[in-house]
């Protein structure tokens, strides 16, 4: 087990050093070099090559990048070549927070719906209840994000007029009853986003959360827990639902990654400052080092969350030997 | 479902190839949901096809007088802002899709994925170890993000490159008729999109390399080559058919989106994700709704019917 984690992590670097070569490349190939898109409408030949020589873009493209990953090692990812004298960090650790949050809550609410529906699944399966679930939730998965947000927008924000039609004003928001009493609610710019979040992920959880809860009744000791005479109920909370759980620790990487491809179109479309807008307006806008910085950056929160899941599923559940299941 | 159905359909494994394609087909013939998505993806895909039969306009004849016009007697479905018939426009877009999906499908996984599967679970050892690591770096990576900045970056240069090709040869038209755009969706798409079919395919191989007329074939000297085109590929024909139907919903939505962000194919060519593009405005959808829902009612039943014709042929291929 120790070992394993150790060569998956040794792994790590490996993928992102090609990634991010990879992504290096690509910018430097792509059309308008990112000379002129930072000399903006300036076209004085002195400036550009002023420009040139003080981003270093005068060498050639493997001096450039290792340049650069000396740098970004050390968490320094350059100056926006678009919005000058703001460094990409700056720019985009604020922007990564509001994703992080928006794409938690909607993490939670996946697998807090997802969960039950696989459970009532499984314990109908063989009637029409059974495939009318996940039915429904394939459903909800075909219609595209792009296709439901803006019916979303014009129903809520516009014909009833109950939820702003987008932007982001933070988690929580205060409810004043009376004008005396607080109560702290949700943001309703939230509602939207994650209903748009969500609707795609349910039918990946209920199914995995279904299958495994009709292996998990079929096992031994959930046979040896009815033949102690333990009323179903019991045996359905203690016995199966906790094992029939144990999968999902491996979706979460999936989940999330999810999550963060939702986030370019939810966000775009809502006007939400966050990292998936900004990803999108970078590569519209050709900002090269911020193209690369998130880049690198979802690689590495993928490649570390499907890590995690798998030694986290290691630790849950002894039965599995990760070491030896690799061919 | 239940356990006593799995093995009736077990002892049916050892028969040859032919009798088992029938037996799954049987059994997804039985399935009314499998039918129907079956339905849906043959008059989308059909309309694609036969779309400069059946289109009752052109796909680019703008009409300025009537634009963003309701479904009318003309204009089954109404027009768009440039007054183009949004059916034909639809047509069109089926037939992007259908032309996508099948490239990318051929390409990346029968072709790409399929060989390297079947190379990296037969030979095993380094072979085995860099594709699956090849496959690893592909899948670790946010792919949507990755086909947006390859197309962003790659696109224009596509284009520089058809356009010397034109000039050069005797070939014209190629930029018009939207081709490097075409191939450039295609070709990023594929990209990411072998590593989860050979991931598939080798797991398969490696149970099989154990069994018996593997053996047998290889101690009456078969080459790799005969073993693996002769033995092994029969055998995973049908993993082959599963994990590229499970692709086909995201190769179209990708491509769909794609376009939607404006990377994908080129303008003048119909794509769903520039139609759905044009009607996405809250404005828009306010006072012209056609222009979101035509694109998108399709889009949503192709992707769906898409994901239920995947479930019946994983139950099917599993003996359900």
Known sequence: MGAYVVRRLLWLPVVLFLVSFGTFTLARFGPGDPVSVTAGQVRDPK???????DRGLDSNVVVQYVRWLEKAVQGDFGESYLQKGFSVSEL????????????LIALVIVFAVGIPMGLLAARFAGSWIDPAIIGTLLFLQAIPVLVIIPPLIWLFGIQFDWLPVGGWDGVLDIWWVGGVIAIPIPDPHLY???????LPGFVSVARLVRVSALEVNL???VRTA????????????????PNSLLPLITVVGFALAGVIEGALFV?????INGIGRFTFEAVVSRDYDVILATTVIFAAAFVLMNLLAEIAYGFVDPRVRIGSSRG | MTASAAAEGAPQRVEAGTSEWRLVLGRLRRKRLAMISLVIISVIYGAGILAPLLAPYPPTQTNLDRPVEGPSRDHLLGTDRLGRDELSRAMYSSRTTLIVTTAVVLSGGLVIGNTLGLLAGYRGGWVDTLIMRVGDVFSSLPSLVMLILINATLGPRVIGWTRWVEGHT?????????????MLVFSALSLFFWAGTARVIRSQVLQLRERDYIMAAESLGASPRRVILQHLLPNVSF??????SATLGSIAGSEIVLTWFGVGVQPPAASFGAMLFEGSGTRTFQASPHLLLVPGVIVTLLLFAFALLGDALNDAIRGR
């Open chain 1, 226 to 241: 009815r033949a102690k005479g333990l009323s179903e109920a019991t045996v359905q909370f203690r016995h199966v639902l």
């Open chain 1, 92 to 103: 985009i650790f604020p922007r990564m927070w509001i994703s992080a949050q928006l794409g």
């Open chain 1, 219 to 221: 096992e031994d000791f």
């Open chain 2, 239 to 244: 993993l082959i058919i599963l994990s590229l």
């Open chain 1, 192 to 198: 939207i986003p994650l209903v748009a979040f969500t």
């Open chain 2, 170 to 182: 005797p070939f014209d038209g190629l930029v018009a008729s939207g081709f490097p755009s075409y």
């Open chain 1, 47 to 53: 400036v550009l090559e002023q420009i040139r020589q």
């Open chain 1, 267 to 271: 966000e775009t479309l809502l006007g």
